[in-house]
């Protein structure tokens, strides 16, 4: 099998991860995957063999620093943010400022607020891709900043919002390097599970075909069956911290039903938080979150917020107006 071998990038120094490098076996499409990795993934949490060894942070840890194991394999318990502070380079007001919040095993969280209320950031930062400036965020009390990145990340599957289109196969756009036992039974049960069976369906050659479309052969895909792939390559990695950033924007309503729909029994066993700006969807969650311009509003059940008739419950209203509020468009006549 051609492949790369470990490629990983330091992205503090700019260089090759340490037991990095690409191996003289690889094909030009995986160096075109490897290149891809170096510029996108660094904001991303794609599951990669040789991940970032650690984006940089205000709070680094020093070379020599203990690192701990963050938790069983089977995932923290609890994953909890102390007073959390993050403010991004070359600015001066915090994107998350004094934020305190716990999400535990077994749950499912919804986390919303407006454009800018520091969803994403406070996702990265939970788990474990950013460090604070100020206060904590621990898995099973263990501070992230002590803790081992590599065994962090193996316990993450994240869908972030700017998903990486790689120009390989499908499966391995799902495998992405980390083939289960089961083989393509595990990859069809994640593209089940991400409603993307349809989309293998129809390609020409199954999971064989190749999705790198500046190639010869290769077959593109519409921004949605894109992001059921990428919503199948978290799901087959089966980690144990489930994290979907806008999971469902490109989808149309009745996939976008058919994902949150099955959202619980996915998250059976595991923690897991959606992003998401359609209110409607946070029915779903045991706990919401509403973030109002880097801090918690408010947190409780979907429909305890609205029965508070606090910040979430005016965007609520607002949403479902503007909804009933698209006209119909007109038939033309040719």
């Known amino acids: 099998m051609l492949g790369v071998d470990q490629f990983g990038v330091d992205a503090a120094h700019q260089r090759v991860g340490a037991g990095g490098g690409v191996s003289a076996r690889t094909s030009p499409t995986r160096l075109c995957a490897a290149s891809d990795f170096g510029v996108k993934e660094l904001t991303t949490l794609d599951p990669v063999p040789g991940r970032l060894d650690r ?23 609890a994953i909890s943010a102390r007073n959390v502070t993050y403010t991004y380079p ?29 969803k994403t950031t406070l996702a990265h930062l939970l788990t474990g891709l950013y460090l604070p400036d100020h206060g904590t965020v621990e898995w099973d009390q263990v501070d992230l900043a002590t803790a081992d990145p590599q065994s962090v990340w193996k316990s993450v599957a994240m869908v972030p919002q700017d998903y990486t289109r790689w120009p390989l196969t499908c499966r391995e756009n799902i495998t992405l ?29 199954g999971l064989d075909t190749s999705l ?33 950033d806008e999971p469902t924007s490109a989808l149309d309503a009745r996939i976008e039903h058919q994902v949150f729909s099955r ?5 059976a066993g595991r923690t897991a938080l959606f992003i998401t700006h359609r209110l409607a ?33 005016e965007l609520h209203r607002m949403q479902e107006g503007a909804e009933r509020d698209i006209p119909t468009p007109r038939t033309t006549r040719i």
Not at 187 to 195: I, N
Not at 234 to 239: L, M, N, R, T, V
Not at 263 to 267: D, T
Request: without cysteine.
């Open 90 to 118: 070359g600015t001066a007001v915090p994107a998350l400022a004094g934020v305190d919040l716990e999400l535990k095993r077994g749950e499912v969280v919804a986390l919303v607020g407006e454009n800018g209320s520091g």
């Open 212 to 244: 790198a479309r500046s190639w010869w052969g290769g077959h593109d895909l519409s921004g949605g069956q894109w992001q059921r792939i990428a919503l199948a390559r978290a799901f087959h990695k089966d980690a144990p911290v489930l994290i979907l």
């Open 263 to 267: 959202l619980r029994e996915l998250s």
């Open 55 to 77: 984006l940089p942070a205000h709070r680094p840890r020093p070379p020599d620093a203990p690192r701990h194991d963050p938790g069983p394999a089977k995932g923290p318990t």
């Open 177 to 205: 390097g980390m083939p289960s036992d089961e083989g393509d039974a595990a990859v069809l049960r994640a593209a089940e599970e991400a409603g993307a069976m349809a989309v293998v369906a129809h390609l020409p050659d």
């Open 281 to 313: 969807n946070a029915r779903v969650a045991d706990k919401v979150i509403v973030l109002e311009k880097g801090a918690v509003a408010e947190s409780g059940t979907y429909d305890e917020l609205l029965r508070i008739d606090g910040l979430f419950a």
